[in-house]
């Protein structure tokens, strides 16, 4: 049961990472429109920076789910580079455990909290232009979210994984 779980979020976190990867292309296209505006025609938009700065962020924040699903984080395997298998499995039981469960946690729970104030207050941001920020907030705290699941699903895997290194091998395996 709680391999399908995983299963399900890895395919729904790797989607979301394919599908908003092509942020990419609107936010190609307000750069090298800000760009051409501002020295071809000596006009920089009011709006340029912040878009591109908005754009990259949520292209960001999407792709941390998707980078854990595919396990492409920086990380320093010092130590887990030279467990055995059972050995790698603890030590990612142990530091999702104590150090990601937590930390993503919290994160997730304050995010939706500043997210949910946010929209409340209709918050704009404090510039000229004065986009409203709250869709970005709740953007934000929807990425945490979907990185909060893909560290569950990391956490149900390496229990999967110490459990079958647990295991005997078979003579047909031998």
Request: charged share 15%; glycine share 4%; proline share 4%.
């Amino acid at each position: 049961m709680l391999e399908k779980v995983s299963a399900a979020i890895d395919t729904f976190n790797r989607k979301q990472g394919e599908w908003t990867a092509l942020l990419i292309i609107p936010l190609l296209v307000v750069v090298v429109y800000e760009v051409f505006m501002r020295y071809v025609f000596n006009a920089p938009t009011v709006w340029g920076f912040e878009a591109t700065t908005f754009l990259y962020g949520i292209h960001y924040m999407f792709g941390l789910a998707y980078t854990d699903v595919v396990d492409g984080h920086v990380k320093v395997d010092i130590f887990s580079s030279r467990a055995s298998r059972r050995g790698q499995a603890i030590l990612s039981i142990l530091s999702n455990l104590v150090i990601f469960l937590p930390v993503f946690t919290c994160m997730t729970i304050w995010a939706w909290k500043f997210a949910l104030l946010s929209t409340a207050q209709r918050e704009l941001n404090s510039t000229s232009w004065a986009p409203p920020i709250y869709p970005i907030k709740i953007l934000m705290a929807l990425c945490f979210t979907f990185l909060l699941l893909q560290g569950i699903s990391t956490l149900i895997k390496s229990i999967n994984s110490l459990s079958s290194a647990e295991k005997p091998a078979s003579a047909a395996e031998v």
